[in-house]
Nanobody, 127 residues
Framework: HVQLVESGGGSVQAGGSLRLSCATSGFSYSDYCLGWFRQAPGKEREGVAAIWTGGGTTYYADSVKGRFTISQDNSKNTLYLQMNSLKPEDTGMYYC??????????????????????WGQGTQVTV
């Protein structure tokens, strides 16, 4: 079955950078969507970035465009989130997530929480 394990969170000053990693395993299908979500205390979990594995197309929330980069290393079965120019409002628990079946780029782009079936345990980012 699908497993997702995040790492790389921590504390950083405003303007700094962090790279999150998510080790993935157990996929028996292709052309699916992987994403990063975050949740600040008292707030809803929101989609930050996503990648459609069928072609590598990436999608970003407006709040992180130009600062965050999502990428995937297929040889290492690892998903990354490079976060630059971090702001205090980026603070939260960051989760790696995957949709549970083959999907389309259009669905991936919407980054709707309810479309993601598998979740990691989360890693804390504090700015």
């Amino acid at each position: 079955h699908v497993q997702l394990v995040e790492s790389g969170g921590g504390s950083v000053q405003a303007g700094g950078s962090l790279r999150l990693s998510c080790a993935t395993s157990g996929f028996s299908y292709s052309d699916y969507c992987l994403g990063w979500f975050r949740q600040a205390p008292g707030k809803e979990r929101e989609g930050v970035a996503a990648i459609w594995t069928g072609g590598g197309t990436t999608y970003y929330a407006d709040s992180v465009k130009g600062r965050f980069t999502i990428s995937q290393d297929n040889s290492k079965n690892t998903l990354y989130l490079q976060m630059n120019s971090l702001k205090p409002e980026d603070t939260g628990m960051y989760y790696c997530a995957s949709m549970g079946s083959v999907t389309t780029p259009g669905v991936c782009a919407q980054m709707r929480r309810e479309d993601f079936a598998f979740w990691g345990q989360g890693t804390q980012v504090t700015v």
